[in-house]
């Protein structure tokens, strides 16, 4: 009887270490989360693995409830509240496919793993295990991607042991001869700490300084320079004409994070920049939702907030290259990334504004998460945060 209370506490606990160490903002520590499927289909009722999945999920996202009190500049309610509530859909589809019965558990698996990658469960399909195959199968492309799923299915199954033996080997290789992603060739890529502050001071010195930073960067031998989500604030015309006067007599070209205001909300977008103007490169798929993105304005007959364009502009073309752009939220989720990687670009571009995360991991797991799918895919990684 002991023991049949002591195994649910344990396999909590383990799946509580797994979301944490696997999500902890190291790339090369991604392969822990495979640990959460070997737990999962470990328990003996549905209500445990409801409690493990739950422990996986909250343990990963631990970040959120106090970045939530950053953004909104309020306490931790709120915060633990969301926190909780966007680990309802992971919880629940987890908790509805698990099965005692080993001739259909790795379907279910796969199953419960398609839906956390795709709308609607996908929106807040965080901690993804599969993320973990760019560390474990580098530049195998989509051949490493069905390795890894076929993987996933197999650690839910008896042969497990085995399998996590097998998975174990390629880690230890890939963490033995692991280097980071390439620049694209020409490219540069800015870090700011300009805290809050960003996206929200829209005065001319501000600009002036953005406009000095690239400039350095030009005089490094850098031809386009990336800056982070909400750099340039509203997008205006007095704002492009500013812009297109500085970078006259340069041959440099700046992509560079902005919002573009109407009157049923705003679209946070990339924009690319050069002496002759600008023009919008991309609409983010996915915003945050809730701080973000607010769907039920609509249904209330309000506007505002960020628009979605959930399979919109995978790829966008910048001069004679193709990129791949993640804006902040598409780097913790899957779609975005495997989306843009089936039109093959040429390059990824990741941008975000992570001020409000600040004493939290969740800018190191955008950083982890993008640099694995650039492993994966062999694609040169542009990264510009702003903290």
Not at 343 to 355: L, T
Request: hydrophobic fraction near 55%; glycine fraction near 10%.
């Amino acid at each position: 009887m002991r023991c049949d209370r002591l195994q649910p506490m344990l396999l909590i606990f383990a799946s509580i270490i797994v979301g944490a160490v696997g999500w902890s903002g190291h790339v090369l520590l991604l392969p822990v989360a495979l640990g959460f499927p070997i737990i999962w289909s470990i328990t003996r009722t549905r209500l445990v693995a409801a409690l493990v999945s739950a422990g996986y999920f909250l343990a990963a996202s631990r970040g959120l409830p106090q970045g939530v009190a950053a953004f909104f500049s309020s306490d931790f309610r709120p915060g633990v509240l969301l926190w909780l509530c966007a680990s309802t859909g992971f919880v629940t589809v987890h908790a509805v496919l698990w099965t005692r019965y080993d001739g259909v558990r790795s379907f279910r698996y796969l199953l419960a793993a398609i839906l956390m990658a795709i709308p609607p469960f996908g929106i807040t399909g965080w901690a993804h295990p599969v993320t973990a195959a760019g560390v474990l199968f580098p530049q195998w492309g989509w051949w490493g991607l069905a390795a890894m799923t076929a993987g996933l299915a197999s650690l839910v199954t008896r042969i497990w042991p085995a399998v996590a033996i097998a998975l174990g080997g390629f880690w230890v290789w890939s963490a033995a001869v692991w280097t980071e992603p390439k620049l694209p060739e020409g490219w540069q890529g800015v870090d700011l700490e300009l805290a809050a502050s960003l996206g929200r001071d829209d005065s001319m010195q501000r600009h002036r300084d953005l406009i000095a930073t690239v400039k350095d960067q030009a005089s490094r031998g850098i031809h386009s320079v990336v800056l982070p989500e909400s750099a340039l604030g509203f997008w205006t015309p007095t704002v492009e004409r500013l812009w297109a006067r500085a970078l006259q007599e340069t041959s440099i070209s700046v992509v560079a994070g902005a919002a573009i205001v109407d009157a049923g909300g705003y679209d946070n977008v990339l924009l690319a920049l050069s002496a002759e103007g600008g023009r919008l490169l991309y609409r983010e798929r996915m915003p945050v939702p809730v701080s973000m993105w607010q769907p039920w304005r609509l249904l209330i007959g309000k506007s505002g907030g960020a628009r979605a364009h959930f399979f919109a502009n995978p790829v966008v073309a910048i001069g004679a290259n193709r990129a791949a752009p993640l804006i902040c939220y598409e780097q913790l989720i899957v779609w975005p990334a495997l989306q843009s990687m089936f039109q093959d670009p040429d390059f990824i571009v990741a941008v975000g504004n992570g001020w409000w995360s600040k004493g939290t991991s969740i800018v190191a797991i955008q950083r982890a998460s993008t640099t694995a799918w650039a492993k994966l895919f062999a694609k040169p990684l542009v990264l510009s945060f702003n903290t």
